[in-house]
């Protein structure tokens, strides 16, 4: 089992070490490497994602990944940003689908911005398309003097784009995995006024025609981030194009209490996959040794559900993770009067303590 480890920038390498430590007291036959990825590649060779890290993450059977990302950075042209390693990892390895589980633990019901009623028992899942959609539409770009619609005017633009292939293999995903849920598949699009999501609705309901055992409903993106606040134990599995399911899938992570316990695993159409949690590299509190580590540590759980086949271990850190925080365990963003507050470090070997 080869695990390529990019813990990347800010908070990545501190959220890393623990999954590390946790995978490391299963005692698996695993080889890991470690490279570097995003800012921290980028001041040592030039790119974010230099090719012996791209070649490390090719040859693996997965890729646990941190984040990448510094303000530092924000001034770079776009190509060399932290932020192209993740899409370019995505690209080259068709990571296409993108899990986004998002379960409300029982002990974190009080650390949610919502009602306690509203997201105790909370599970429901996202899945993202990852490799389409504006972030990857051409043309994109920028121009200072245009003709036609604006004479002299300055404009950017990226172009919003889906091919019917690329949504049938999601919807699939998203069908296959409510059958081994509660049987719904909300798609969200927002075919009222957009064309690109007008054929993804019509695309999604084709495929959804081989699925009569799962109901499928259609939502508008306004509704769907309206309803996840309002009353969101009323979705099951939810299946989205990539801006609106990187923008609900935050919104989701705050209905169990932070965005610091939100996992994901980012799958290609031979499972193989990159594993990370769906926050960023948070360089507000990078190196201060307050980093929740569980949404790496829940990642690492399902890289050996998804791509290593491995059930019984990643139940093991998912019960392990469950017994920590049973023990009034708690980071910062998850604490709360009554419990104890650790560092990341003193959280990851809570969890190794568990298992
Ligand atoms: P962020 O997710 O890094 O942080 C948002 C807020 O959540 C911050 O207040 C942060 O302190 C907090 N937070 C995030 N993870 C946490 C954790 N594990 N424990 C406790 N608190 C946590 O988002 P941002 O601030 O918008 O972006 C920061 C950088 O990360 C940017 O450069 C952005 O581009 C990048 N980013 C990278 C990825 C990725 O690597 N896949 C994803 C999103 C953002």
């Known amino acids: ?16 070490a623990e999954a590390i430590k946790v995978l490391k007291a299963l005692d698996l036959p695993f080889q890991m490497e470690t490279a570097l990825v995003g800012g921290a590649a980028f001041a040592a060779h030039g790119h974010p994602l230099p090719d012996a890290t791209l070649k490390l993450a090719k040859e693996a059977d997965a890729i646990l990944f941190g984040a990448v990302g510094d303000w530092k950075y924000d001034n770079l042209e776009r190509h060399l940003r932290p932020e192209q390693a993740i899409l370019g990892l995505r690209k080259n390895l068709g990571l296409f689908a993108n899990f986004r589980p998002a379960i409300c633990y029982e ?22 398309e990852l490799t389409g959609d504006i972030y990857f539409g051409q043309p994109r770009g920028r121009r200072t003097s245009v003709d036609g619609l604006f004479p002299g005017a300055e404009e950017a633009f990226d172009t919003m784009r889906y091919s019917k292939p690329e949504i049938e293999r999601i919807a699939h995903v998203a069908f296959q995995a409510a059958r081994k849920r509660s049987k719904r ?5 927002k075919a009222n006024v957009l064309e690109t999501f007008q054929f993804w609705k019509d695309v999604v309901s084709e495929v959804g025609k081989q699925y009569p055992d799962i109901a499928l409903d259609h939502m508008y993106v ?63 509190i990078a190196g201060k040794g307050v980093a929740n580590p569980l949404a790496t540590i829940l990642s690492a759980a399902m890289m050996l559900r ?13 019960a392990a993770v469950q017994s920590v925080l049973r023990q009034g365990l708690r980071t910062a963003d998850i604490y709360s009067e009554g419990t104890t507050r650790v560092s990341t470090l003193e959280m990851g070997n809570a969890v190794v303590k568990a298992l």
């Open 1 to 16: 089992m080869k695990i390529a480890v990019l813990p990347g920038d800010g908070i990545g390498t501190e959220i890393v």
């Open 107 to 128: 002990q974190l019901v009080d650390a949610s911005s919502l009602k306690p009623e509203l997201v105790a028992g909370l599970d429901i899942l996202i899945i993202r």
């Open 185 to 189: 598949v909300t798609s969200v699009d």
């Open 222 to 284: 306004d509704n769907a981030a309206m309803q996840l606040v309002k009353a969101p134990k009323k979705f099951d599995v939810i299946v989205t194009g990539n801006m609106f399911g990187d923008i609900l899938s935050d919104e989701a992570s705050m209905l169990t209490g932070s965005i610091g316990m939100l996992p994901s695993a980012s799958l290609n159409a031979s499972n193989q996959g990159l594993y990370e949690p769906s926050h960023g590299s948070a360089p507000d």
């Open 306 to 318: 998804f791509s290593l086949n491995q059930e019984s271990a990643a139940q093991r850190i998912e």
